[in-house]
């Protein structure tokens, strides 16, 4: 099922927190995202906050400093102790009865903002982590223009496999060098084989690049042997960030026939560290069509459901703030953006179908991630393989510094948001990563 609108999307709704009231913030009322925080320069534990404006209320705190009834306390023990996936574990009824207690605390008129006032922290104040420890890490390939502009400059004369429109594409990633946003990641050292070369080398790659993503983390997990149907897939999706899946171009075209990427990919990824939950994405949800004259998704990749509502409408970009933008106190350059819904040939539940069919067992904590999310049009490319034609054709930035790939000190932000007419707008925050240099 797919989470349903209720009071807590309400538009009109307002926060007695004034900074979320705002109308450009990503973390209005209507949002709520989960992340795992403490003060800045403190050893105290970690905990669960919820962003809300430009504040993170503490659950540590409110769970101590606020009246609460019975259910709503049991719910907040384990995320008051730092474990978000104790609570991810318990499912969507869980996950509802404390949205829904949530958006009534922090709402302009409730009795218990004077109990909760106490219990915030500025979000400039807290250091975040992960939201969770990452389990089992699955990469999919779900846009079908990045794939067919990828397989173009890899196999120019074959640029879409045939599998493509059929099976949901994907490969497993490595989980323990997931990152949270704001940690530097260093510039791999690979294999790399020149076309003209006779024989491969081991140097740092030049050819290092992000992925524009979004990811899914799993909530609750299903069993060993018992595939997830497409009617119950979203059950077990908890929540979106936003996913930088960083790439080396030189490394990959040498090592991924046939098993697929992995030195050019398992150096690094970066993930935003607020969840965005599922129950807030509700009035952002679009019906998923094919394109005419391709094939309908297999009975077990098709409902109703997902006909009518399964893709999401979340528009995505890319920044780019170079080492002098930086210094220079520049934010960067928008690089591009798509939209997710545009993009993905294949929508959440039939990454979960897909991924269960066999009998496989995802757990709580794990994470499957959509694959680069780039547009139809030649400005809405999620990497800078497709922006610069494989390193042809240089992006010109507004210091006049040029790119073709990412150089050391460059730092890539991704960002995302929904909006909709009918809706309050609601965002991701930054996920944002810095290029270290190489070891050699
Ligand atoms: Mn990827």
Redesign the pocket.
């Given at each position: 099922m797919t989470a349903a609108r209720d009071d807590t999307h309400d538009p009109a709704l307002a926060s007695w927190v004034d900074s979320a009231n705002h109308p450009d913030t990503d973390f209005p009322i209507q949002n709520l995202p989960y992340g795992r925080f403490r003060r800045k320069g403190t050893d105290e534990p970690w905990r669960i906050g919820v962003a809300i404006g430009d504040e993170v209320l503490d659950l540590r705190l409110a769970a101590e400093l606020c009246p609460w009834g019975d259910p709503v306390l049991e719910l907040l023990t384990p995320l008051a102790a730092g474990d978000l996936a104790a609570f991810m574990a318990l499912g969507r009824p869980a996950w509802q009865t404390l949205r829904a207690a949530l958006s009534r605390a922090l709402s302009a008129d409730s009795i218990q903002g004077a109990f909760l006032e106490s219990c915030l922290v500025q979000q400039v104040d807290v250091q975040l982590s992960l939201p969770c420890e990452i389990g089992d890490y699955t990469?999919f390939?779900t846009s079908i223009h990045h794939a067919t502009a990828v397989g173009g400059l890899f196999r120019p004369d074959n640029p879409l496999l045939p599998n493509y429109q059929w099976v949901p594409i994907g490969y497993h990633g490595r989980s323990s060098s997931i990152v949270v946003s704001g940690k530097s990641l260093r510039r791999p050292m690979g294999q790399i084989k020149l076309p003209d070369a006779a024989e491969p080398v081991l140097r740092a790659s030049r050819r290092l690049d992000f992925?524009l993503?979004l990811g899914a983390l799993i909530g609750s997990d299903n069993d060993l042997g018992h595939p997830v149907a497409m009617a119950q897939a979203e059950d077990h999706l908890f929540g979106l960030v936003l996913f930088n899946?960083w790439?080396a171009r030189d490394i990959q075209p040498w090592e991924y026939q046939p098993l697929g990427p992995f030195i050019s990919?398992n150096f690094g990824s970066t993930l935003s560290p607020w969840v965005v939950t599922m129950q807030a994405l509700a009035p952002f949800r679009r019906p998923f069509k094919r394109p005419a004259g391709h094939p309908q998704p297999l009975p077990y990749l098709d409902s109703e459901a997902n006909r009518s509502a399964g893709a999401i409408d979340i528009d995505v970009e890319v920044w780019l703030q170079t080492l002098r933008m930086k210094k220079a106190g520049h934010p960067g350059d928008r690089l591009s953006g798509s939209n997710y819904s545009e993009a993905a040939y294949w929508t959440l539940a039939q990454l979960v179908a897909h991924h269960t069919v066999g009998g496989c067992n995802l757990r709580t904590g794990d994470l499957l991630?959509t694959?680069?999310l780039s547009g139809p049009a030649p400005g809405q490319g999620g990497s800078l393989l497709e922006l610069c034609g494989g390193g042809k054709t240089p992006l010109t930035l507004s210091t006049g510094e040029q790119r073709t790939f990412l150089e050391d000190g460059d730092t890539v932000i991704l960002r995302g948001a929904c909006a909709a007419e009918d809706a309050r707008r609601i965002g991701f925050g930054d996920c944002r990563g810095t290029v270290l240099p190489s070891v050699d």
């Amino acid at each position: 099922m797919t989470a349903a609108r209720d009071d807590t999307h309400d538009p009109a709704l307002a926060s007695w927190v004034d900074s979320a009231n705002h109308p450009d913030t990503d973390f209005p009322i209507q949002n709520l995202p989960y992340g795992r925080f403490r003060r800045k320069g403190t050893d105290e534990p970690w905990r669960i906050g919820v962003a809300i404006g430009d504040e993170v209320l503490d659950l540590r705190l409110a769970a101590e400093l606020c009246p609460w009834g019975d259910p709503v306390l049991e719910l907040l023990t384990p995320l008051a102790a730092g474990d978000l996936a104790a609570f991810m574990a318990l499912g969507r009824p869980a996950w509802q009865t404390l949205r829904a207690a949530l958006s009534r605390a922090l709402s302009a008129d409730s009795i218990q903002g004077a109990f909760l006032e106490s219990c915030l922290v500025q979000q400039v104040d807290v250091q975040l982590s992960l939201p969770c420890e990452i389990g089992d890490y699955t990469d999919f390939y779900t846009s079908i223009h990045h794939a067919t502009a990828v397989g173009g400059l890899f196999r120019p004369d074959n640029p879409l496999l045939p599998n493509y429109q059929w099976v949901p594409i994907g490969y497993h990633g490595r989980s323990s060098s997931i990152v949270v946003s704001g940690k530097s990641l260093r510039r791999p050292m690979g294999q790399i084989k020149l076309p003209d070369a006779a024989e491969p080398v081991l140097r740092a790659s030049r050819r290092l690049d992000f992925e524009l993503e979004l990811g899914a983390l799993i909530g609750s997990d299903n069993d060993l042997g018992h595939p997830v149907a497409m009617a119950q897939a979203e059950d077990h999706l908890f929540g979106l960030v936003l996913f930088n899946d960083w790439s080396a171009r030189d490394i990959q075209p040498w090592e991924y026939q046939p098993l697929g990427p992995f030195i050019s990919k398992n150096f690094g990824s970066t993930l935003s560290p607020w969840v965005v939950t599922m129950q807030a994405l509700a009035p952002f949800r679009r019906p998923f069509k094919r394109p005419a004259g391709h094939p309908q998704p297999l009975p077990y990749l098709d409902s109703e459901a997902n006909r009518s509502a399964g893709a999401i409408d979340i528009d995505v970009e890319v920044w780019l703030q170079t080492l002098r933008m930086k210094k220079a106190g520049h934010p960067g350059d928008r690089l591009s953006g798509s939209n997710y819904s545009e993009a993905a040939y294949w929508t959440l539940a039939q990454l979960v179908a897909h991924h269960t069919v066999g009998g496989c067992n995802l757990r709580t904590g794990d994470l499957l991630g959509t694959g680069t999310l780039s547009g139809p049009a030649p400005g809405q490319g999620g990497s800078l393989l497709e922006l610069c034609g494989g390193g042809k054709t240089p992006l010109t930035l507004s210091t006049g510094e040029q790119r073709t790939f990412l150089e050391d000190g460059d730092t890539v932000i991704l960002r995302g948001a929904c909006a909709a007419e009918d809706a309050r707008r609601i965002g991701f925050g930054d996920c944002r990563g810095t290029v270290l240099p190489s070891v050699d």
